[in-house]
């Protein structure tokens, strides 16, 4: 299967954040098991427009902002459309149900902003994006979601996602990086 991952930021992002190592992960999984991996996400100063990152095709256009912009015109100039996109949230989505209907869909999400903008932002644009953050859940009504937290869950049912749409998945272990050790005092 052919997955496109829509992402704000890729695995090499200077500031690359939890979200990222987790759907990292998935995707190193899934070729694993046969299936091919291309990963959307921004530039950012001195990073290639496009390269493999772990057998991860990552592509690069926009800034913050114009990524989201760059995406639709990405998928539709590839002459066979993915089968699946993953629409990661990280504060916006990409309004993927606007834009990519030759494509399966799955929109993603770790956690909602909601109070987070008013510790980040000036007040104008807090207001703006806390609203922003309930108004565009309005083209992902009939959308799949998934997502790792139960009150992650309870978010989706009150922005009105049926219950019956979201699928919580557990979050595994670097059994790699953590092993059991000693526990400290």
């Not at 992002?13 to 759907?23: F, L, Q, S, T």
């Not at 496009?50 to 114009?66: F, S, W």
């Not at 002459?79 to 996109?85: E, I, R």
């Not at 916006?92 to 834009?99: N, S």
Request: aromatic share 16%; with cysteine; charged share 20%.
């Amino acid at each position: 299967m052919k997955i496109l991952v829509l992402n704000w930021k890729d695995i090499k992002h200077p500031k690359v954040g939890g979200a990222e190592i987790i759907v990292f992960e998935l995707a190193k999984r899934l070729i694993k098991k046969g299936h091919e991996i291309t990963w959307f996400s921004q530039s950012y100063p001195g990073c290639k427009a496009e390269e493999m990152v772990e057998n991860i095709k990552v592509i690069r256009r926009g800034g913050l902002l114009t990524s989201y912009l760059y995406a639709p015109v990405y998928y539709w100039s590839l002459t066979q459309k993915p089968d699946l996109v993953i629409d990661m949230s990280n504060t916006i989505y990409w309004q993927t149900p606007l834009w990519a209907w030759k494509s399966n869909k799955v929109a993603y999400l770790n956690q909602f902003a909601k109070q987070v903008f008013f510790y980040e932002f000036p007040l104008l644009i807090s207001h703006f994006g806390y609203i922003a953050e309930k108004v565009q859940y309005l083209t992902y009504v009939w959308s799949k979601f998934i997502c790792y937290s139960q009150g992650t869950r309870q978010d989706l049912i009150a922005n009105g996602i049926k219950p019956t749409n979201i699928f919580n998945f557990s979050l595994g272990i670097d059994n790699d990086r953590y092993k059991p050790g000693v526990k400290s005092e």
